[in-house]
């Protein structure tokens, strides 16, 4: 461990440990959907009280959890993706439903649509993040078509 990380775990343990030996923490989500959201599987706005967010890095994938190259593969690329959050999610007693917002880049908008029915899988309870869908021109890793960029809110719902 290098000096830096030991300093940070010094300033960090102190003020999570109390907060996740007492259990989640609790949160209230409030969700702002109309009828444009709904058909495209998103909320115009999330709210929320309490609870611990987490701020997601970017996530993109060339390879699914066996190891097979998924290059090109709008929809396999999508379904890892979700997948990877997830075990980010996971690893602070989060899931994928604790999502209150993201931000989306692909690089065909023609995989929009596809994008939208998949999402809508994973959220099937309609309550969708908020969410913005930008099209780019590419990606740093050649192969990539899709970058899923979340923040979530965790803690037990009130």
Do not use: C
Request: overall charge negative; proline content about 4%; hydrophobic content about 35%.
């Amino acid at each position: 461990m290098t000096k830096l990380k030991i300093i940070s775990l010094l300033f960090t343990l102190p003020v999570t440990t109390p907060i996740w030996s007492q259990g989640l923490v609790p949160v209230t989500k409030d969700y702002l959907i109309d009828e444009y959201g709904e058909s495209r599987a998103f909320s115009r706005a999330v709210a929320t009280t309490g609870g611990t967010t987490v701020w997601v890095a970017g996530h993109t994938t060339l390879t699914d959890e066996r190891g097979n190259d998924i290059s090109g593969d709008f929809e396999a690329q999508t379904r890892e993706v979700f997948r990877l959050i997830g075990e980010r999610l996971n690893h602070y007693g989060g899931t994928l439903s604790d999502i209150v917002t993201m931000t989306v880049y692909i690089q065909d908008v023609r995989d929009g649509d596809r994008f939208t029915e998949i999402r809508s899988e994973y959220f099937s309870d309609g309550r969708y993040p908020s969410s913005a869908l930008i099209t780019v021109v590419g990606f740093a890793r050649p192969g990539t078509m899709i970058e899923i960029k979340p923040t979530a809110v965790i803690g037990q719902e009130r």
